[in-house]
Each structure stands twice: as C-alpha cells, then as structure tokens.
Nanobody, 127 residues
Framework: QVQLQESGGGSVQAGGSLRLSCAASGYTNRAKCLGWFRQVPGKEREGVATISIRDGTTYYVDSAKGRFTISQDNAKNTVYLQLNSLKPEDTGAYYC????????????????????WGQGTQVTVSS
C-alpha cells in the first residue's frame, strides 16, 4: 500500500500562487505515476497534472498548461504542484493520486485509473 499526504493548500487572491506538496510513504516503489486532481462540490474529480516517477515526464490538462508545474523530489518521495496565476475557477479540493501503472499506459486524467489517494487539500481563490 502507498499512503499519500497532501499539504500546502490555502486561500489566495486571483493572480496569486501556491505550492502543493504530496508526500508518499509505504511501498512507494509501487507508484509509477503520480497525479493531481481537483474536485468541486457536486462534480467528479478532474485531472490537472501527472508525472512519471521513472523519467519525470509530465502531462497537463489544457487549463493548467503555462500556469501549473508538477515536479518530484525522489529523495524525499514528494511530488509538488506549483500553482501560479491562480483564477477563481481553480478553487477546489486538490487530491494527490498514485497509479501502479506507468502514466503513458493509463487514461491519466481519469480518476478511475488511480489506485491510491490522499485526503486532499483545499485551495480557494478569490476574485
């Protein structure tokens, strides 16, 4: 089993920045692909960005490109999501996720493709 713990959420004004962290523990070598998802009340979780643990290849949804950056520190078993130029529509609970399959082989922005989830951290962007 892999445990994921998010941190770094908060409240910011539009245009601001936040850095989310996802610390992995347990059988971390099982996770081949780590991702970040956002969820707002009444809607399914939607993928934001993913990263391949093996080679660091990153993937973004269109709304995140140019504003968000996913990165990893393998020595710390931690994945980060840098959120810049935040907009009110970025508001939501952000969840870290892990898959035992490589990012390139799964529908990486679909929540059903992931095996492990953190508890989430709230990001609120005010206008």
């Amino acid at each position: 089993q892999v445990q994921l713990q998010e941190s770094g959420g908060g409240s910011v004004q539009a245009g601001g920045s936040l850095r989310l962290s996802c610390a992995a523990s347990g059988y971390t070598n099982r996770a081949k692909c780590l991702g970040w998802f956002r969820q707002v009340p009444g809607k399914e979780r939607e993928g934001v960005a993913t990263i391949s643990i093996r080679d660091g290849t990153t993937y973004y949804v269109d709304s995140a490109k140019g504003r968000f950056t996913i990165s990893q520190d393998n020595a710390k078993n931690t994945v980060y999501l840098q959120l810049n130029s935040l907009k009110p529509e970025d508001t939501g609970a952000y969840y870290c996720s892990g898959s035992v399959s490589p990012c390139a082989t799964i529908p990486r922005f679909s929540q059903g493709a992931y095996d492990f989830w953190g508890q989430g951290t709230q990001v609120t962007v005010s206008s």
